[in-house]
């Protein structure tokens, strides 16, 4: 799996910050946990969310202040798909 995390700006100061996810093996991939840290002096705005999912597949998100950011797949992500999840956040 490949992971590639990237920041954009937004209006008012506001950022998408986004982990990009990708099953680059021939098979299944099940059982899929992505955990992410919280960005020293960075406030979320709203929930995590989980983008767009794949048939089969579904995701629940927790934002914990000393743990950190996590997205929870249950279900297969077949080989060769790729998503992304993001929370948003200001500085």
Known sequence: MK?????????ERCWSIA???????????????????????????????????????S???MIDIDEGLKWVFIGALVGGESGSVSVLSTH
């Open 59 to 61: 995701c629940s998100s």
């Open 3 to 11: 992971y590639k995390p990237s920041i954009k700006q937004g209006p």
């Open 19 to 57: 982990s990009i996810y990708e099953n680059s093996g021939m098979g299944s991939l099940s059982d899929l946990v992505i955990n992410d840290t919280i960005p020293v002096y960075t406030e979320l705005k709203g929930g995590a969310n989980c983008g767009q999912l794949f048939s089969g597949l």
